[in-house]
């Protein structure tokens, strides 16, 4: 059998992915079973073993500017599917960073990066969901101030949003599992 090579700057990608993620690609045989039992894969340009292959063949602009990393909601179904273990939901993530790192996210892609960071924040603080602080952050960061801002007023006397935050006790332990993340 013939062993495909690839030229210096698609392996380059493949390197890099690699090196990124900590999975290696090459455990990828194709079988589909990550697509079969992908909830969003009608959504998506590519499924997500099709992404795999253009990660595989070194096809940077393919797999960057795709929709399917950025309609992947990181359910797992695909990493617990996968019978070679390869870590397809964490792969989603490098490639999101990697598509706004090099500018190649659409302003409505970048926003679903922004909303990730504001709820994420929102978590360490609190130890629990705040919405309050999660639009705020979100707001400023995707610079939709005004957005939905009419609707303020009615979710704060229903009692949909609530003004004050209700952290948990031990707030330092979530914060002790992201700084175990950061590093
Ligand atoms: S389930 Fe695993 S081996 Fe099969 S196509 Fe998907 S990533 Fe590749
Ligand atoms: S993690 Fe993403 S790609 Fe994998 S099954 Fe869920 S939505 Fe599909």
């Known amino acids: 059998m013939k062993t495909l090579r690839l030229k210096n700057n698609l392996q380059q990608f493949v390197d890099e992915i690699d090196k990124i993620s900590g999975i290696n690609l090459r455990d990828c045989y194709q079988c589909g079973k990550c697509s079969a039992g992908c909830p969003m894969v009608m959504q998506m340009d590519y499924p997500p073993s099709k992404l795999i292959r253009h990660i ?70 609190n130890g629990r969901l705040y919405e309050v602080m999660l639009i705020a952050k979100y707001k400023l960061r995707a610079l939709a101030l005004f957005q939905d801002v009419a609707k303020t007023p009615k979710m704060l006397l229903t009692g949909k949003l609530k003004l004050l935050p209700h952290k948990i006790e031990n707030v330092e332990a979530i914060n002790k599992i992201f700084e175990e993340c950061d590093k």
């Open 56 to 125: 595989q063949l070194g096809e940077r602009e393919q797999v960057l500017t795709s929709s399917t990393i950025w309609v992947c909601v990181s359910c797992l179904t695909c990493s617990t599917r996968c019978p070679k273990d390869v870590e397809i939901a964490g792969l989603m993530d490098v490639c999101r960073e990697l598509s706004i790192k090099e500018g190649l996210a659409t302003r409505e892609q970048r926003k679903i990066q922004q909303f990730h960071k504001s709820f994420l924040e929102t978590i360490r603080s």
